[in-house]
């Protein structure tokens, strides 16, 4: 007999793995992973139908091994879609787009009452770019939204996803009409607003009837599956991340933090790096032995700011630098600071949120550089809290969106999370990361003039 189940949906930019639980108790039955046929048109840039094509033959598989009542998606934030020639596209958060003066001119002003920056990870940022180049292509949403009316014919976003774009009113929670106005959007064009946990519409998937639900962006939604554990999460993917579950706003913090809308009473505040996993994987296609190396205090120094750097920068200016370096330099000893400068990037933002708050029981880490030990043995030991490794961390997403289609049909469920190891602070990088943080802000500011509190002139 086919078990009554609601599913999350994580549908990240390399695969999707998704989360099963039963509803009569909540349990586990299954966590999956499937891998996207590669379709990049450029860096960043991929077809959308690589995306439906492979949930269309999922869902299919799903609702023939479950009786699926539900069904919730989180999906990477950061993202516009526009359409092209043989079909739309998606512009994730890594594609390459060049810094604009114009458009940060035109912003100014309006993204005061939003969560986000003026910077070019952000949608608004490109929509303001097509704007002035005339190129009215662009849609007022991303991947999330044109998912949810792929699967039922409705426009519609939950919060956090509507903040990460740069269009929200966050105080309001409501479209920021003024900044629409400026881009030329008509507000019935825009998504409906929902709630996380609130059912979209049914969609027909071979035959059966699946209540759809927004669900959170996906670092909202990873932190939404541990809240039991700690309301504050850090995750080490391509990008990096530190953020916390909280009823304040912590945009206009020293730290440069971003803030997006859960529901009525919270909001999600964090830090992001571009500097993570892509860092990482630039240094194994290029050969460096970062997998091998021992990573011992002082020496050079790295900061891996290939993709530009976001907290607390913001700018597009910065690039990947090297420090410290003489005759004795070797090719191992680069590596090592390669995953120290990595490591250091996290461990920023951790503290950051550590700082902003009480974190008693530790903040949660996950993704997939949790796997590279040293690289933990570095952020612990230049952090003040204890690090916290769930067995499941490569599933907090689509655990999250879990949850949110399980809500969504009045049914509160509560993950029990197996946790595999907790790192207390130890200390051992302290000093070293303290100089790296130093010399960081000198190095932003007289190589790239750019400064942790401003922009690049």
Known sequence: MRKEVCVGLDVGTSATKYTVLELSGGDVVARRRVEYPRQELAVGVVPMRMYTDVLEQLLGDLVQEFVVRSVALTTAWYSAVSPKEGGDVVYQWNSIWDRNPDVERELAGYLDVSGCHADILFPVYKLMTAHLLKDMTFRPYGMKEYLIEWLTGQRATDYSTASASGLLDIRK???????LDKLGFRREEMPRLLRHNTAVSKARVKGESVVVVPGLGDGGSASYACKAVSEVAANIGSTMAARELSTVIRHSSPDRTWTFVVDENRYVNGGISSNGGSVLDWARRTKWAIDEVRVSQGGERFFPWLHGERTPFWSADLRGTFTGMDVHTDMSTLSAAIVKGVAFT???????MAHAR??????????GGVRLSEMLRVVQGSV?????????????????????AAEALGVPLA?????????????????DYEAWIAEAGS??????????????E
């Not at 929670?173 to 900044?179: F, I, K, V």
């Not at 009480?358 to 993704?367: D, F, I, R």
Request: one cysteine or more; a negative charge; hydrophobic letters at 45%.
């Open 443 to 456: 190095v932003a500011s007289s190589v790239y003039h750019a400064g942790a509190g401003g922009r690049v």
């Open 173 to 179: 929670r409501d479209w920021n009409t003024p900044l």
């Open 384 to 404: 003040s809290v204890p690090l916290t490794i769930l067995k499941s961390f490569d599933y907090l997403a689509s655990d999250g969106a879990a949850l949110s």
């Open 415 to 431: 993950l029990h999370h197996d946790i595999e190891t907790v790192l207390e602070p130890s200390d051992v990088f302290q000093a």
């Open 346 to 352: 996290l461990s920023r933002m951790i503290n950051a």
């Open 358 to 367: 009480s974190c008693p029981s530790g903040v949660v880490v996950a993704g």
